[in-house]
């Protein structure tokens, strides 16, 4: 690997008592992100959740998408690398043989800059009255999805580059058009694009930007087949041609993210724009990848119950048999959903045990039964990777349908009073 590891990916802690591989906190240094509860208590025992993250696995994930496509791999590594950790994620990519990446603000690909990664960068829906020369100064590659965005762009260029064009042969601002392909979120829409074409190239002319790239977005690429995948190709094969024919050279020419370049290799052309797959996640169903989380948590309290006893707020559930119920010190405010109450489960001691009574903010009770022989301090999985030592954990897949959700939204919304830790779980 080329790169430097930031420092906070180099920072060794402690051994700690649960047997982590790696000791390296992923992001001991980020204000909120109390990494200080990752301590143990005096007596040795952990006493707060920690999630783990198995950055082999990313690696393993580029590896395999990458094997799938003649295209280069662009890590999307957005919303904090999918919630693990956006430049561990990063490095672990380019060791897997991604070349660049993608971002959704000029905060993050900032942020990929301070970290020490000089690879390029396009970062995409940027609110056109963003200031952009920061991104500009730094070599990011912006998205630009209509005339306005194109003119604040070229204004920064002109007011941060004047004269640089000549010593360097190089534009001030290397930007990608943005066309949208049918998902009606972002990207010009068609009726104009071939004025932003047109406009472009006059920049370009200008020696104020290069248009690097075209770029579209398809809505139903986890549904191979569907027709909206179809008209979203050939209204991006028509930009491509229109963006040609108003004199710019695209070399990058991109539509494709995960699910698409797993299924329907006729949307990669130039560029694949991975970002769920990075970390294990195929909307289209058709790919074996491997997850990097593994969630942990110390059984805060342990207590015996009657039959009949009502547990947690509004007695969704009651005890029907005498058993003992077990406190894990997560909740909805740490990403695990309330909408799971009810069908969620955990892994004790290897079995699967379920969640009672809702889930709420701090906090959720397991049942551990009433033959169960765990006591405080006991380490249990929220969820796992679906292989290895804790195979019968559940996965953020299981969780995402217990709440009726994807699981992006699951490993996107663990929150930060939880500790994380770059390895696996012993
Ligand atoms: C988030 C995003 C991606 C990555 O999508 P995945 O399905 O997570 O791979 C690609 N392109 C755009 C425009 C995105 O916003």
Redesign the pocket.
């Known amino acids: 690997m080329s790169l430097l590891l930031p420092d906070r990916l180099t920072h060794r802690r402690q051994p700690r008592n649960d047997g982590a591989s790696s000791e390296t906190p992923a992001r001991a240094d980020q204000p909120g992100h109390r990494t200080d509860s990752a301590d143990p208590a005096p007596d040795g025992r952990r006493v707060a959740p920690m999630l783990f993250i198995d950055l082999d696995a990313v690696t393993a994930n580029v590896r395999t998408i990458g094997a799938r496509t003649d295209a280069e791999v662009m890590a999307?590594v957005?919303a904090d690398g999918?919630g693990h950790g956006m430049t561990a994620v990063a490095v672990a990519a380019i060791a897997g043989g991604a070349t660049r990446f993608?971002v959704?603000s000029i905060a993050e690909a900032l942020e990929l800059r301070r970290a020490g990664f000089t690879q390029r960068v396009l970062s995409?829906?940027n609110p056109v009255h963003v200031d952009v020369t920061p991104a500009v100064a730094a070599q990011i590659e912006l998205a630009v999805p209509g005339v306005e965005h194109l003119a604040v762009v070229c204004q920064a260029a002109r007011a941060f580059g004047t004269g640089l064009t000549v010593v360097t042969g190089r534009a001030q601002a290397r930007i990608h058009l943005q066309l949208d392909t049918a998902m009606a979120r972002?990207g010009a829409s068609p009726d104009v694009w071939p004025e932003l074409c047109r406009a472009a190239r006059l920049a370009e002319i200008d020696g104020v930007v290069e248009v690097v790239g075209v770029?579209g977005?398809l809505p139903c690429?986890a549904t191979p087949g569907d027709p909206a995948n179809e008209r979203g190709k050939r209204l991006f094969d028509w930009g491509v041609r229109v963006a040609r024919d108003a004199g710019l050279s695209p070399t990058d020419r991109h539509l494709a993210?995960?699910?698409a370049?797993l299924t329907d290799p006729a949307s990669h052309h130039t560029l694949c724009?991975?970002?769920?797959?990075?970390v294990g996640?195929d909307?289209s169903g058709t790919t074996r990848l491997s997850h990097a989380l593994t969630l942990t948590a110390p059984l805060v309290s342990v207590r015996a119950v009657a039959a009949g006893t009502g547990v947690g707020y509004g007695h969704t559930w009651t005890a029907p048999v005498a058993t003992r119920l077990g406190l894990i010190p997560l909740g909805y405010a740490d990403g695990l959903p309330r909408a799971a109450t009810g069908r969620a489960a955990v892994l004790v001691t290897g079995v699967r045990r379920p969640l009672v009574g809702r889930i709420s903010m701090d906090s959720a009770v397991v049942d551990l039964g009433s033959d169960s022989t765990v006591e405080i301090g006991d380490i249990v999985t929220v969820f796992g990777p679906g292989t290895g030592a804790r195979a019968h954990a559940p996965t953020t897949a299981d969780w995402a349908r217990w709440a009726d959700t994807l699981e992006?939204e699951i490993v996107t919304g663990l929150g930060p009073r939880i500790a994380r830790r770059v390895g696996r779980p012993e």
């Open positions: 999307v957005k999918f993608g959704t995409w829906l972002d770029m977005h690429a993210a995960t699910a370049t724009r991975v970002g769920a797959g990075l996640i909307e992006h």
